[in-house]
C-alpha cells in the first residue's frame, strides 16, 4: 500500500504564494506519475498539475497555467507544487495522487481521477481576497 502525504497547505493572502509538498511511501514503482488535484467547497474535484517521476513530462490545467510550477524530486518520492499569483477561487482542498507502473502517459489520462492508483489525504489552502 503507497501512502501518500501532502503538507505545505495554509491561509494566503490574494496575491500570494504557497508551496505544496506530496511524499510517497511505501511500495512506490520505478515508473510513476503524481497527480494534483483540488476540490472547493460545493465543486467537483478538479485536475491541477501532474508530473512523471523523472520529470520529463509535465501537465498544468487552464486554470492554473502560468501561475504554477510542478517539480519532481525523484530520489525523495516527493512532488512540489509551487502556487503563486494566487485568487480566492484558488481555495480548496488539494490532493496528490499516484499512478503506478505508467507505460503509456497522456494530458487526458493525468486529468482523470479514475486513473490514479493512490490518493493523499489533502491539504486545505486557504486565499483571502
Known amino acids: 500500500q503507497v501512502h501518500l502525504v501532502e503538507s505545505g497547505g495554509g491561509l494566503v493572502q490574494a496575491g500570494g504564494s504557497l508551496r505544496l509538498s506530496c511524499t510517497a511511501s511505501?511500495?512506490?514503482?520505478?515508473?510513476?506519475?503524481m497527480g494534483w488535484f483540488r476540490q472547493a467547497p460545493g465543486e467537483e474535484r478538479e485536475f491541477v498539475a501532474a508530473?512523471?517521476?523523472?520529470?520529463?513530462?509535465?501537465y498544468s490545467a487552464d486554470p492554473v497555467k502560468g501561475r504554477v510550477t510542478i517539480s519532481s524530486e525523484n530520489a525523495k518520492n516527493t512532488v512540489i507544487l509551487q502556487m503563486s499569483n494566487l485568487r480566492p477561487e484558488d481555495t480548496a482542498v488539494y490532493y496528490c495522487?499516484?499512478?503506478?507502473?505508467?507505460?503509456?502517459?497522456?494530458?487526458?489520462?493525468?486529468?482523470?481521477?479514475?486513473?490514479?492508483?493512490?490518493w493523499g489525504q489533502g491539504t486545505q489552502v486557504t486565499v483571502s481576497s
Open positions: 511505501g511500495p512506490i514503482s520505478s515508473t510513476y506519475l
Open positions: 508530473i512523471t517521476w523523472n520529470g520529463g513530462i509535465t
Open positions: 495522487a499516484v499512478k503506478q507502473d505508467i507505460i503509456i502517459v497522456s494530458e487526458v489520462l493525468a486529468m482523470r481521477e479514475s486513473w490514479y492508483d493512490y
